[in-house]
């Protein structure tokens, strides 16, 4: 049966990007849709419809997130002062499980959900096993004690550095911090997130 990985790497494929966060992703040895008749197919020129569309699969799928869960952050993000697709992109930036992922705490999005799921993070010194939890400014994300002592969770760490402005990182306290919240040409992803905002108001 395929997993969820699986499914993700058909996805770069799809978008011709990218998405999985994964060292290991196949699209630099497989830059072809995927399908038994991938690399042959012809794409016919998509209408604005399918390209917002595909703008919203490729958020949903670079947070790991669900139709309902976009729904719920864009229904929140056009009700703030700010334009709506920076602020539903600042949310989706700042969860939990991202942020865990983006500090380096784990090498892709997956393995930083389930980091948080069983509990190996502290955030502010409180354990919190939500991967959807929003962090604020200033709030420190650190691993717990016991999970110090787990030599993957330090040499990913110690490895899996990525140079965020808004990310400040403690390597001797294997911590790290959101220092303030990310500008949207600073968050790494490819989605024309004008798009997914018209998609999610039709």
Known sequence: MANKLTFSHKSCRRFGISVCGSVNCPLGRRNVAPGQHGASKQRSKPSAYGLQLTETQKLKTYYGISDNQLRIYYTKASKTKQQTNIALVQALETRLDNMVYRMGFASTLRAARQMVVHRHLLVNGKNVNKPGYAIQVGDTIQLREKSKGIERYKEWFQFFERP???????????????????????????????LVVEFMAR
């Open 164 to 194: 965020l402005g808004y990310v400040e990182r403690d390597k001797a306290n294997l911590s790290a911090k959101l220092v303030r919240a990310p500008e949207r040409e600073e968050v790494p992803i490819q989605v024309d997130d004008h």
